[in-house]
């Protein structure tokens, strides 16, 4: 087999990719390089494990082995890539060296940990093999606090309360998901988890965790203590861009890559969670399955720029699910807001009187498709 195109990664991105390159071309020579078993899940439902009383062994939806047979290409599993020889296209491994004729990174991000005492002792569940690692203690655990009122945060404080946990969700912001929406537009959904018997503690921090029998002492800023059996951190994701740095590639928040997916080298190329495209990063999976469409088309000798509709955000509460898209922060906005007892409409406008933004909730949610085609392209 020729060099061919070799893709770092094994996750969702990494996937996508194979499956679309596989579809437009059935022969040309695809090699995955992975650090875990290459197994394909459905990520997203990491945040409804224990309501849906899910093992990480019945998550799994295909083998690596399987996946690799029926996309026919070469899949190195549990194999680590140590650094990227750019001068001789080669990747270095503790399998010895791997040539590439054109690269992709498709490296992920990993999940933040707070930055402070004890924080060795939160577990995050922001892949298969971290919910194995701590399946027992989860399913277990009565006591649980969640630190991050974000997307994932509240998904998982919602389902564990669902499931009959006593759950205590943390965030130094004073409403819940402080990245999406402004804080009235959350009141229904804070009320959902409040009615789920979620504790809430906004506008405070976990100031330290102490190993306390077997589980944690968690210290508020406040000054409240409290016994948990566990501490879930979900404050986000760090792209993984160490192995790009450290070949030389241009690197921010996550890796730089141009329209087209490329880096600054123009053999290797960037997908998914760690990729940097127009200076955002986008950990979502609308974009990474049209850039894995884009990418296929440059990879294949025909250079596709992506372009990026107006994209729908899905919050899977589902107490009271909300859907959004457009831009739904910022002080210029003005709001229509529909809002009873079924569910919630609004609609964002612009210093120009054009909408730009919506959010729908509760039994509105047929509404989104709607008002997405509203939005500018």
């Given at each position: ?140 655990a009565r006591r649980v606090m969640v630190l991050g009122a974000g997307l994932i ?146 990879l294949l000798g025909h250079p596709t720029a992506l372009a990026l509709p107006p ?67």
């Amino acid at each position: 087999m020729s060099a061919g195109i070799v893709i770092v990664g094994g996750g969702f991105a990494a996937q996508q990719l194979v499956r679309t390159l596989r579809k437009r071309d059935g022969a040309v020579p695809i090699r995955l390089v992975t650090a875990d078993s290459g197994d394909e899940y459905n990520k997203p439902d990491l945040s409804h494990v224990v309501s849906r009383a899910s093992s990480s062994a019945a998550m799994v939806r295909l083998r690596g082995s399987e996946f690799a047979e029926q996309q026919r290409i070469v899949l190195q599993p549990h194999c680590r890539v140590e650094a990227i020889d750019r001068e001789r296209a080669c990747l270095r491994t503790p399998q010895g060296e791997i040539p590439y004729g054109q690269l992709v990174l498709a490296t992920g991000a990993r999940a933040l940990r707070p930055d402070m005492p004890g924080s060795e002792l939160m577990v995050t569940l922001n892949s298969l093999a971290e919910y194995a690692a701590v399946e027992t203690r989860l399913a277990r655990a009565r006591r649980v606090m969640v630190l991050g009122a974000g997307l994932i945060g509240c998904e998982l404080a919602m389902d564990l309360a669902s499931a009959g946990r006593e759950v205590t969700l943390v965030d130094l912001a004073p409403s819940l998901l402080p990245s999406l929406l402004p804080a009235p537009l959350a009141q229904p959904l804070q009320q959902a988890l409040l009615d789920v018997g979620v504790t809430l503690r906004l506008g405070q921090g976990i100031a330290r965790l102490d190993a306390h029998d077997e589980g944690v002492l968690a210290t508020l800023t406040g000054g409240e203590r409290s016994e948990q059996d566990l501490a879930i951190a979900a404050i986000g994701l760090r792209p993984n861009i160490e192995l790009a740095a450290a070949a030389g590639l241009e690197v921010g928040r996550g890796i730089r890559v141009d329209a087209l997916l490329r880096t600054s080298d123009p053999r290797i190329f960037a997908l998914g969670d760690g990729a940097q495209w127009q200076d955002q990063c986008l950990p979502f999976l609308q974009p990474i399955v049209l850039g894995a469409n884009a990418l296929t088309g440059t990879l294949l000798g025909h250079p596709t720029a992506l372009a990026l509709p107006p994209m729908l955000v899905k919050v899977k509460t589902p107490g009271y699910p909300l859907q959004l898209a457009g831009r739904t922060l910022g002080e210029d906005l003005r709001w229509q807001i529909e809002w009873d007892c079924r569910g919630l409409q609004a609609r964002a406008e612009d210093g120009a009187g054009q909408v730009c933004g919506f959010v729908v909730g509760g039994d509105r949610m047929s509404a989104a498709f709607p008002l997405l085609r509203e939005l500018p392209r």
